[in-house]
């Protein structure tokens, strides 16, 4: 099974330190309509719907990322961020 975006696979994990710098760091950034589809993999889950603290609708769709994106994209400064590592 591949993982989700964004995600890192065992291997990946095991061999991180062998990783190029560039591929190790870690940028926080506005989520973008890019997003979309690494946040459907993500949050269409059982196990994190049954752990958030806010609402968040299961299944989880293409529909509710663009919203949840749009919404963000009115927040000035921006209150939710995008976890960007290895370029994803």
């Known amino acids: 099974m ?11 994990f095991l061999n ?10 870690v940028r926080l950034r506005p989520l973008v ?3 979309a589809d690494a946040l459907v993999a993500l949050a269409n ?3 994190i ?6 609402m968040l ?10 919203w949840f994106i749009d919404a963000c994209g009115k ?3 921006p209150f939710n961020l995008a976890i960007e590592t290895g370029g994803e």
């Not at 591949?2 to 990946?12: C, D, I, L, N, Y």
């Not at 330190?17 to 190790?24: A, F, L």
């Not at 609708?57 to 663009?66: E, Q, T, V």
């Open 57 to 66: 609708p299961h299944p989880y769709g293409m529909h509710d990322a663009i």
């Open 45 to 47: 889950n059982r196990k």
């Open 2 to 12: 591949k993982p989700a975006p964004g995600v890192f696979s065992r291997e990946q």
């Open 16 to 25: 991180f330190n062998r990783m190029k710098k560039e591929e190790r760091a």
């Open 75 to 77: 927040d000035n400064p």
């Open 49 to 54: 719907f049954d752990n958030v603290r806010d």
């Open 33 to 35: 309509i890019g997003d």
